[in-house]
């Protein structure tokens, strides 16, 4: 009768530990994992609207309406997607992460953070900096050691 006892008891402990393993370690280090990821396509996949292209200026050449306002569209949500990534990238690390050192050091994610707000507004200036916008999203990679193709 005691073994079953010490066995029923020891699973739940078991189960228990396990849960709270995953719940503060595992599903956080998946989360950022995964912004880790859509960071690093981001980066890649929209480098030519990011690094090349000029925000679009209705004066500036006869653009019929529908392209100008799909050039606007398609700034305005790389934008807010490269600013939703940086505020996720804030907010789904935990100190446990940071206490396990699965993650960069503070300093680093934010300054990487910071440099993706940097990256959406500049979306949307007229006058891009390109030679900034090209260091910004370097220095992301570097930062988060991800992949971001920049050269």
């Not at 309406?65 to 305005?76: L, Q, S």
């Amino acid at each position: 009768m005691n073994q079953i006892i010490l066995t029923t008891i020891l699973g739940f402990v078991a189960g228990c530990a396990g849960l709270i393993f995953a719940k503060l370690i595992i599903d956080p280090y998946l989360e950022y994992r995964t912004v880790l990821k859509e960071t690093s396509h981001t980066l890649i996949f929209h480098a030519g609207l990011i690094n090349s292209r000029p925000f679009p200026r209705r004066n500036d050449i006869a653009w019929p309406r529908e392209d100008y306002e799909k050039a606007v569209e398609e700034h305005v949500s790389v934008s807010k997607k490269v600013r939703d990534l940086s505020a996720r990238l804030r907010s789904c690390v935990t100190p446990t992460l940071r206490v396990l050192r699965l993650v960069p050091p503070t300093n680093d994610l934010s300054d990487a953070a910071g440099r993706l707000i940097r990256i959406s507004n500049s979306m949307l200036e007229a006058n891009k900096k390109f030679d900034l916008l090209y260091e910004d999203v370097k220095a992301v990679g570097q930062l988060l050691k991800i992949d971001v193709a920049s050269g």
